[in-house]
C-alpha cells in the first residue's frame, strides 16, 4: 500500500506549510469537554473579564492542537509520529480570532528519519504560540520493517 504522506526523502530545509482556522465558542466547549479543562478563564465571561486578559481566551493547547494536525495533515503529513513539541505562549487567543499556524522544517536527518520544525501560530501579525517539533517521518526504503 503507498504511503500518503511525505516520506523522510522527500523534505527539505525551509519547506513550510501554513493552515487558518477561526476559533469558535463550540470549539472551546468541545476542547474543555475532552480535555477536562473547564477554567472559567476559558469559560465564563465574568470571571475572565477580572483577569489581566480583560475577557475569555481559547485554552493555550487548543491552539497548539492546530500545530498538531498540521503535522498530521501537511507537514509532514500523514504517517508522521509526533515526538516532541516545545511550546511558548506568547498572547491570547479569543472567540472568532483567525489562527494562523505555519510549520517550517528546519532539519532533517533523513538516517533516523528525523525532520524538525519551527511551530508557529499567528492571529493577524501577532505571535501567540512560537516552538519546536520533532517529528518520525516513514522512510520509502524499509517500508516494510517499520
Excluded: W
Excluded at 5 to 28: C, H, K, N, P, Q
Amino acid at each position: 500500500m503507498k504511503h500518503p504522506g511525505f516520506y523522510v526523502e522527500d523534505l527539505r530545509v525551509g519547506a513550510t506549510e501554513t493552515s487558518s482556522r477561526v476559533v469558535t465558542e463550540s470549539d472551546i466547549a468541545k476542547f474543555a469537554e475532552v480535555s477536562g479543562d473547564h477554567n472559567p478563564l476559558h469559560m465564563d465571561e465574568e470571571f475572565a473579564r477580572q483577569t489581566r486578559f480583560g475577557s475569555r481566551i481559547a485554552h493555550g493547547m487548543l491552539t497548539a492542537s492546530f500545530v498538531s494536525a498540521m503535522l498530521a495533515n501537511h507537514l509532514p503529513g500523514p504517517g508522521c509520529i509526533y515526538v516532541s513539541q516545545s511550546l511558548k505562549f506568547k498572547a491570547p487567543v479569543r472567540i472568532d480570532d483567525t489562527v494562523t499556524v505555519r510549520v517550517t522544517i528546519t532539519n532533517v536527518r533523513a538516517s533516523r528519519k528525523l525532520v524538525t520544525l519551527k511551530t508557529e501560530a499567528l492571529v493577524g501579525e501577532t505571535l501567540v504560540l512560537d516552538g519546536e517539533a520533532l517529528a518520525h517521518v516513514p522512510s520509502r526504503e524499509g517500508l516494510e520493517t517499520e
